[in-house]
């Protein structure tokens, strides 16, 4: 194993994101993710100053059971003028129970003077009383410097002193922070080298994304002799966020050769990435490098036909690697070869089928030029691709009808009814539903319709539902996409509807949803 430490702090730093609020058992249930992925520390908040963080502490110490990384209480230096000793908040550090603190200081000049309002002498001192104090109470210290960057190109002495007096003092890692996030990969190498010439402290980088730059910046970082890098699950942080550490540790690993996890726990990492977007109730970003569900997908017909001779071809790494996988896209872009891969995929062999490529092929065409979208709807190609395999669309019940009527009493409290007629095992069911919306309405209505023959559909949840107009300049008459993405609380699948009539859009939507969920759990017609 590499002696590079991954140091997350998802919990802390990326829990500053706008719309994000974790309780404490959220945090409780990221560190297990976090300590499952492999990471080396885990910065789990600040005790003392928050009192969420204060009881997460304490029931960390009796609720987790880590098994590879090391939990960290973040804080700051005492107060000017005062003892470590007696500072309250330094003193929460202690009683916190963790064995690493992290110590935020001050290396730039102008926040000493204008932001913390003390002298430089002073500043210094408290970054040695502290260190030293946290020392001696047997903690393994690490101090961020907070602002390196944009202070070293202020005045260079005083943010090496910075570092200077923390190493001297016992901090073991003294992070460099681009705070502003406004630093760019050859500064990075530059400072942190010329830093590591100077001072006899062991680096470590903690970059912010506002350039775009975070992850490439944590790079170059380690490049120049950094061996600490922090940063955040799916690049979680106040702003444009922190350094993705998933990015940051797959570059290491799969491209720099540094094992910073096992490779067994790598393969999980998107998995572990989406279990903790559940968590934080953050959707997952698609084009998240390794990790989203479009890094390995492809569209161009050109790239299928080269994929077919050889994956590498036009994948920069094994997508399974990290847990993910090659997926080929449908589309009006696409080629003969795109369909028999995606086949491939759901587990139909056309290579010798070459008339059925075709005809379906010329399906997937004339559907998107009306408005269908494959790319995004990968379940409702599937059921297409059944039903050109088979001969027959798959049919888990027939629909005799169904209606929705909306009931609005003045301007608020909308509410929608949907009465939906259909016969499954040679029975027929006449439900009603109700909704906050026609398409929650027709929702509860086929459930309770079909469930008496089919139970499994309990376990289906329409998550997502999205719009689109597909001719604008026919106003109210435009032609209406519909997407509805439908999980069973293991993964989720998405389903498009075309119509003229939002409504009807919806449905067909939606139960091809219901179809390939079924499908998906082995669930045979009855």
């Known amino acids: ?68 990384a090391t939990l960290a209480a973040f804080g700051a230096t005492r107060r000017p003028h005062s003892k470590a000793a007696d500072d309250p908040l330094v003193r929460a550090l202690v009683d916190s129970g963790a064995s690493v603190v992290t110590l935020v200081a001050k290396s730039h000049v102008r926040h000493v003077e204008e932001a913390l309002r003390t002298t430089l002498a002073e500043n210094l001192e408290m970054i040695r009383d502290t260190v030293s104090f946290l020392h ?14 944009d202070g070293y190109a202020a005045d260079p002495a005083y943010a090496l002193e910075a570092v200077r007096v923390a190493a001297d003092a016992g901090a073991e890692v003294v992070a460099l922070c681009d705070t502003n996030g406004g630093m760019l990969p050859h500064q990075i190498e530059v400072v942190v080298a010329e830093v590591l010439e100077a001072t006899t402290a062991r680096l470590g980088i903690h970059c912010h994304n506002d350039t775009g730059c975070a992850v490439a910046n944590s790079m170059a970082a380690v490049t120049a002799g950094a061996t600490h890098v922090q940063g955040t699950v799916n690049g979680y942080g106040e702003r444009t966020g922190n350094a993705d550490l998933l990015t940051v540790v797959s570059n290491l690993q799969l491209k720099g050769g540094r094992e910073l996890v096992a490779p067994a726990r790598l393969r999980d990492a998107m998995r572990i990435a989406h279990a903790i977007s559940e968590v934080t109730n953050v959707p997952p970003y698609s084009r998240q490098p390794y990790v989203g569900s479009s890094a390995f997908a492809h569209k161009a017909g050109l790239h299928a036909s080269a994929l077919k001779v ?27 070869a ?6 491939m995929e759901l587990g139909f062999d056309l290579s010798g089928q070459p008339q059925l490529v075709a005809g379906l092929l010329a399906t997937v065409k004339d559907l998107e030029l009306r408005g269908h979208t494959f790319d995004a709807a990968d379940a409702s190609f599937a059921l297409l691709l059944r039903a050109a395999v088979a001969g027959a669309p798959v049919s888990f019940f027939e629909v005799e009808s169904w209606r929705v009527i909306t009931d609005a009493r003045g301007t608020d409290d909308a509410t929608s009814e949907a009465t939906v007629k259909v016969v499954a095992n040679s029975q027929r069911f006449v439900a009603t539903g109700e909704g906050n919306g ?64 939002i409504v009807e859009a919806s449905w067909k939507a939606l139960v091809d949803g219901i179809t390939f969920g079924l499908l998906r759990h082995d669930v045979p017609v009855r």
């Open 338 to 343: 795109s369909i028999e891969l995606k086949a």
């Open 1 to 68: 194993m590499s002696d590079l430490h991954v140091y997350d702090t998802t919990l802390r730093d990326g829990a500053q994101q706008e719309g994000l609020n974790l309780s404490v058992v959220d945090k409780l249930a990221i560190a297990r993710h976090l300590d499952e992925l492999g990471v080396g520390f885990i910065e789990g908040g600040w005790p003392g100053a928050s009192p969420k963080d204060t009881e997460f502490f304490a029931r960390a110490q009796q609720e987790l059971d880590l098994r590879n």
């Open 438 to 501: 026609p398409v929650n309405a027709l929702d509860h209505a086929v459930r309770k319709a079909i469930a008496p023959v089919y139970p499994e559909v309990d376990r289906l949840e329409l998550i997502d539902f999205r719009v689109r107009i597909l001719d604008a300049a026919h106003g109210t008459d435009a032609v209406t996409r519909v997407l509805i993405e439908t999980s069973d609380g293991e993964t989720s699948w998405e389903t498009v509807g075309v119509a003229a009539n």
């Open 136 to 149: 001696g109470e047997g903690r393994r210290v690490f101090l961020d410097a907070e602002h390196f960057f």
């Open 310 to 336: 050889d994956p590498d071809l036009y994948q920069h790494t094994d997508p399974t690697a990290v847990g993910n996988s090659m997926r080929t896209l449908v589309s009006d872009m696409a080629g003969r």
